[in-house]
């Protein structure tokens, strides 16, 4: 019996995937359980159509998040901080910070996909590695600097 996973199953396919299964395992297991549908011609040619569409959404949803990886590596964040002895600073800059700064100046990127190599805890320029889409990854450059007025 052939069948259309409508769901990833393990040891078997993925979405979409078009799979010859025993009669008793399609019929009384993946149909009835909505995880698969029966393969017939009309489906199988939905099944490819839906397949095409998802690849040309995933290409164009590339292509938008390497145009945005382009404009934030172009970028630079300036932070300003208070600093002690040895220009640390007073606390650290997080992925939070980063991603607020990024919403003031109109991007929406979540916290989480921001990765830092290493803690900012002291002055100086440091790079964020940001995970827009599965492909695609941009690198922001991010400077600390002093706040006025500090007294040493």
């Given at each position: 019996?052939?069948?259309?996973?409508?769901?990833?199953?393990?040891?078997?396919?993925?979405?979409?995937?078009?799979?010859?299964?025993?009669?008793?395992?399609?019929?009384?297991?993946?149909?009835?359980?909505?995880?698969?549908?029966?393969?017939?011609?009309?489906?199988?040619?939905?099944?490819?159509?839906?397949?095409?569409?998802?690849?040309?959404?995933?290409?164009?949803?590339?292509?938008?998040?390497?145009?945005?990886?382009?404009?934030?590596?172009?970028?630079?964040?300036?932070?300003?901080?208070?600093?002690?002895?040895?220009?640390?600073?007073?606390?650290?800059?997080?992925?939070?910070?980063?991603?607020?700064?990024?919403?003031n100046r109109g991007y929406e990127i979540d916290r989480r996909s921001?990765?830092?190599?290493?803690?900012?805890?002291?002055?100086?320029?440091?790079?964020?590695?940001?995970?827009?889409?599965?492909?695609?990854?941009?690198?922001?450059?991010?400077?600390?600097?002093?706040?006025?007025?500090?007294?040493?």
């Amino acid at each position: 019996m052939k069948v259309i996973l409508l769901q990833d199953v393990d040891h078997l396919g993925e979405k979409g995937e078009i799979h010859e299964v025993a009669n008793g395992y399609g019929r009384n297991y993946l149909i009835p359980q909505g995880i698969a549908r029966l393969a017939t011609d009309g489906a199988i040619k939905q099944a490819r159509e839906e397949q095409r569409q998802a690849a040309r959404k995933q290409a164009a949803k590339a292509d938008e998040a390497q145009d945005l990886a382009d404009e934030l590596e172009d970028m630079q964040v300036v932070f300003t901080a208070k600093v002690g002895e040895d220009n640390r600073i007073f606390g650290t800059v997080t992925t939070q910070q980063i991603a607020v700064e990024l919403a003031n100046r109109g991007y929406e990127i979540d916290r989480r996909s921001i990765d830092l190599d290493e803690d900012i805890r002291e002055v100086g320029t440091y790079t964020a590695h940001i995970q827009l889409h599965p492909k695609v990854k941009a690198k922001l450059s991010i400077q600390v600097i002093p706040e006025t007025g500090a007294d040493f």
